[in-house]
């Protein structure tokens, strides 16, 4: 059984910086991607960046291409999304996923493993 445990999560001024961590457990055999997504209220859940765990491919959304990037650590369990230059509309709960890797990368409904979500809030 995987599971992924978020955190990182925390209160920014508009312009800041922040790194959240996706640290993931268990059996990896059936895992290729891991993404973090973020949901704002009243919002549906966007795919934000996708890192691939056999070859370090990376995909990003388009709104934050140039200010966030996703890596791992070198033992593998450890997946970082380091964000810059951060917005208010970059405010909410970011969670971290794996998958198969199956489909689009950022598409949430290729996801069965989730994780409980860090709360990221970005204040001008």
């Known amino acids: 059984q995987v599971q992924v445990t978020e955190s990182g999560g925390r209160s920014v001024q508009s312009g800041g910086s922040l790194k959240l961590s996706c640290v993931v457990s268990?059996?990896?055999?059936?895992?290729?991607?891991v993404s973090w997504f973020r949901q704002a209220p009243g919002k549906q859940r966007e795919g934000v960046a996708s890192?691939?765990?056999?070859?370090?491919?990376?995909d990003y959304a388009t709104s934050v291409k140039g200010r966030f990037t996703i890596s791992q650590d070198d033992a593998g369990t450890t997946v970082y999304l380091d964000m810059k230059n951060l917005t208010a509309h970059d405010t909410g709960l970011y969670f971290c996923?794996?998958?198969?890797?199956?489909?689009?990368?950022?598409?949430?409904?290729?996801?069965?493993?989730w994780g409980q979500g860090t709360q990221v809030t970005v204040s001008s």
């Open positions: 890192f691939w765990t056999r070859t370090d491919f990376t």
């Open positions: 996923a794996a998958g198969p890797g199956e489909g689009s990368p950022l598409n949430p409904a290729n996801y069965r493993i």
């Open positions: 268990g059996i990896m055999d059936s895992i290729y991607v």
